[in-house]
């Protein structure tokens, strides 16, 4: 079945330093690429989404990458922050057949000050 | 603007006793819908999507099951929880088409321990 990696399962760096978190699916028909951001028992929120005819997407500290010859797909996080800190998902989509997610297993990123 | 509810928030149920878990979105009509699980700090497991009323898709084979009597409303069931269905359950949306087609949200999701 459809299957997402993601790595590494921990991630720790210094306030001010870049963070990246990488993703490979299996699904060659994914056409869609959402990362949501989860903090410490509440809902996982989207913070940035790629789709499939895009090879880059930029909004302020944060970027995504998407390699679709590779199947693999990276979240970027410039000028960490504290606030940052919270386990990040990354998920493939097909928008067909119920537009189904599958979830990679979390990054947990602690950002010390 | 779109708003998805879930209740209850937190639910502590013994061993063998039934579960109804309830999810309602507002704002928006035939949304596709999602029930998934997360186990203590691990990941997202989907377990049933709903394109429309009546139409439901397991993802899982488990003692649970859904149910979609209106088109904004999804319900996640059991007749007998197990130890192993305690985790955070997780409603979500999405709307096809438009600008923001793409993008599925969560509900504020029900804490559940089964003791």
């Known amino acids: 079945g459809e299957n997402v990696e993601q790595h590494p399962s921990t991630l720790s760096v210094q306030e001010g330093d870049s963070a990246v978190i990488k993703c490979t699916y299996s699904?060659?028909?994914?056409?869609?690429f959402p990362w949501y951001k989860q903090e410490l028992g509440k809902r996982p929120q989207l913070i940035i989404d790629?789709?499939?005819?895009?090879g880059e997407k930029k909004d302020q500290r944060i970027a995504v990458t998407l390699n679709k010859t590779a199947k693999h797909f990276s979240l970027h996080i410039t000028e960490t922050q504290p606030e940052d800190s919270a386990v990040y998902f990354c998920?493939?989509?097909?928008?067909?057949?119920?537009?189904?997610?599958?979830f990679g297993a979390g990054t947990r990123l602690f950002v010390k000050a | 603007s779109q708003t998805i509810h879930q209740w209850p928030a937190t639910l502590v149920q013994p061993v063998g006793s039934p579960l109804s878990l309830e999810c309602t979105v507002e704002?928006?009509?035939?949304?596709?819908l999602y029930w998934y699980r997360q186990a203590a700090g691990r990941g997202l497991q989907l377990l049933f999507y709903?394109?429309?009323?009546?139409?439901i898709s397991s993802e899982v084979p488990q003692n649970l099951s859904a149910s979609r009597p209106q088109d904004r409303q999804f319900i996640l069931s059991s007749k007998k929880l197990l130890l192993s269905d305690s985790g955070f359950y997780l409603c979500?949306?999405?709307?096809?088409?438009?600008?923001?087609?793409?993008?599925?949200?969560f509900g504020p999701g029900t804490r559940l321990t089964v003791t």
């Open positions: 979500a949306w999405r709307i096809l088409g438009g600008r923001k087609g793409y993008e599925q949200y």
């Open positions: 699904d060659s028909a994914s056409n869609y």
């Open positions: 790629i789709r499939s005819n895009v």
């Open positions: 998920a493939a989509s097909r928008s067909d057949g119920g537009f189904k997610t599958i």
């Open positions: 704002g928006t009509s035939n949304p596709n």
């Open positions: 709903s394109v429309g009323i009546g139409q």
